[in-house]
């Protein structure tokens, strides 16, 4: 058994939000000497970043469709090994509610035997309607009271509701949730606003009564045997990480399970740098907002020759998102206009700018890549902030029609508009260090995903 303090914080009502309670909870813990490690519920970067300047740790992510139990519980369990109490974040659906699209917070609930606390939106509440929270709902968090009376009536109310305490709440100051709106796609949440959703948490709070519901519970170990899980012996492998203001977004697991099998896991700026770091056998661009930074790297013509000059080595790369639209030959940027970028992929890159979510995506590989063989599935999530138009057809590696852009490129060099945490998919994960056995090998594996 692991002893591993934890709670699960979500939102019943559609539209609500619990980013704000969460970032203020997390700052209130700090004060008292509380670190804690966050995690979203499902493998997706989240519009803003406030978790990272409160506690100093990323986000991490979990994923009910992606990832099996007990990858989800070794992930979890190496994850929070920093911290003093892990808190995932997500939406409790509401009954049956339609089709669940992608990673689910009750799963995990389940899997990591989670208490339940619930934040209700106050603004939404209907009279003599109370919405629905989970069975085993232990508390709840009130988000938009409009003062200490205001507090006291509903606590009072919704207590005798539900039978389960309130524990804390947040005012709906509208000057803060004004500055939140104003913070740039990507962006992290300033200090100062952390700091002020903290203060406004800890008037009503009741500290010991989370800690307590937090502790009280043990969980199953994990059985992390698939995580030195080998195809032969195991290559030396470095593994170049595009990082800086215009790429910033990768699944910290990833990270930590290539350099836990032994990769150099290295840095290097497209932006400000004129050379990959030596001896690099993979690259890779994350997503980011790389079109804010367009002219810049335009205009860094050594890292596009020393891109070129990789894969005429033999090596790969690959790009996610952003990263992606820096591979293709031309991206467009929030002007209109279209830089010339990297040139690797022969499409052009489109920017969305109309507000869109990220949903799942399976697809099956119609060509062989050092990241699959024909047929092999991908999961994840697509990014709405991008398109790719391809400039030769060839280079379409998805079966299914409706996919046929979101993923282009050859064995070696590949841009996808799907987000994939290789940390879910050990196969794939795998194929890093042993390519020839990817266009082998189909990618089932101890991930893949579970009935709900």
Request: with cysteine; charged share 20%.
């Amino acid at each position: 058994m692991v002893y591993l303090p934890r709670i699960a914080i979500g939102t019943v009502q559609p539209g609500a939000h619990a980013q704000p309670m969460v970032w203020g909870l997390l700052e209130a813990l700090r004060r008292i000497g509380v670190l804690a490690q966050s995690f979203l519920s499902k493998a997706q970067f989240p519009r803003y970043d406030g978790a990272l300047n409160t506690t100093g740790f990323s986000p991490r992510h979990l994923d009910s469709w992606l990832m099996s139990p007990e990858v989800c519980r070794t992930l979890f369990v190496r994850g929070a090994g920093l911290a003093d109490l892990a808190v995932v974040e997500g939406q409790f659906r509401q009954g049956s509610g339609g089709p669940a699209l992608g990673g689910q917070l009750e799963p995990l609930c389940q899997w990591l035997d989670l208490p339940r606390l619930v934040v209700l939106d106050v603004a939404r509440l209907e009279d003599c309607r109370p919405p629905e929270v989970p069975r085993d709902a232990a508390g709840l968090f009130l988000d938009g009271i409009s003062d200490e009376g205001h507090f006291a009536r509903l606590a009072t109310n919704l207590e005798s509701v539900f039978g389960i305490p309130v524990l804390g709440a947040l005012d709906r100051a509208s000057g803060f949730r004004v500055a939140m709106d104003q913070v740039p796609r990507g962006e992290r949440v300033p200090p100062s606003l952390c700091r002020q959703l903290g203060e406004r948490v800890a008037r009503w709070w009741k500290p010991r009564d989370i800690l307590r519901l937090a502790t009280q519970r043990e969980m199953p170990s994990p059985d992390p045997s698939w995580l030195a899980r080998t195809c032969g012996r195991r290559r030396t492998l470095t593994v170049a990480i595009a990082y800086d203001e215009a790429f910033n977004c990768y699944f910290p697991d990833t990270l930590d399970l290539l350099e836990l099998r032994g990769a150099a896991v290295v840095s290097f700026s497209p932006l400000h740098d004129e050379h990959l770091p030596p001896q690099s056998d993979v690259v890779c661009f994350g997503c980011g907002h790389p079109e804010r930074y367009a002219a810049a790297l335009s205009e860094n013509h050594c890292m596009f020759a020393a891109l070129r000059s990789h894969l005429c080595a033999g090596r790969r790369i690959y790009g996610e998102g952003g990263g992606a639209a820096y591979l293709c030959r031309q991206m467009e940027t929030p002007a209109g206009d279209f830089r010339r970028m990297a040139g690797i992929l022969p499409a052009i890159a489109r920017l969305h700018r109309g507000p869109a979510a990220a949903e799942p995506v399976e697809v099956s590989l119609a060509s062989p890549t050092w990241l699959g063989g024909v047929g092999s599935q991908l999961r994840g999530y697509h990014n709405p902030h991008w398109t790719m138009e391809p400039l030769d057809s060839s280079w379409l590696l998805p079966a299914e029609p409706s996919c046929r852009r979101d993923l282009i490129g050859d064995h070696q060099a590949i841009g996808s508009l799907i987000h994939l945490n290789f940390a879910a998919d050990v196969d794939c994960l795998e194929h890093f260090f042993y390519p020839e056995f990817a266009a082998r090998c189909s990618m089932g594996s101890i991930a893949a995903p579970f009935p709900l």
